[in-house]
């Protein structure tokens, strides 16, 4: 059973930094990418940055120069470095991954269980 478990999220001011982890553990095949979405309150769940599999990188148009995605080479860690921290990046972070676990199993999304970032003003 794959796990995706989030850390480091906190309270920050806003031009700070913070860098989240994500840890996944569990018997996979292939990963086709991880990456951070997060869910401002009351908005929808939004893109943040994903890495793929052969580490090309996707950033949000809003977090372009300020956040840095990375993994570690064996694929068991993600991690968002966040820098120039705003208040409207106030979220929580949710890790996310697209997982083959066996050579005859489909593609499924799994998602960790969320950390908050919340940056004051």
């Known amino acids: 059973q794959v796990q995706l478990v989030e850390s480091g999220g906190g309270l920050v001011q806003a031009g700070g930094s913070l860098r989240l982890s994500c840890a996944r553990s569990?018997?996979?095949?292939?990963?086709?990418?991880m990456g951070w979405y997060r869910q401002p309150p009351g908005k929808q769940r939004e893109l943040v940055a994903t890495i793929s599999s052969d580490g090309n990188t996707n950033y949000a148009d809003s977090v372009k120069g300020r956040f840095t995605i990375s993994r570690d080479s064996a694929k068991t860690a993600v991690y968002l470095q966040m820098d120039r921290l705003k208040p409207e990046d106030t979220a929580v972070y949710y890790c996310n991954a697209l997982i083959r676990a066996t050579s005859g199993s489909p593609y499924i999304d799994y998602w960790g269980q969320g950390t908050q970032v919340t940056v004051s003003s």
């Open positions: 569990g018997i996979t095949f292939r990963i086709a990418y």
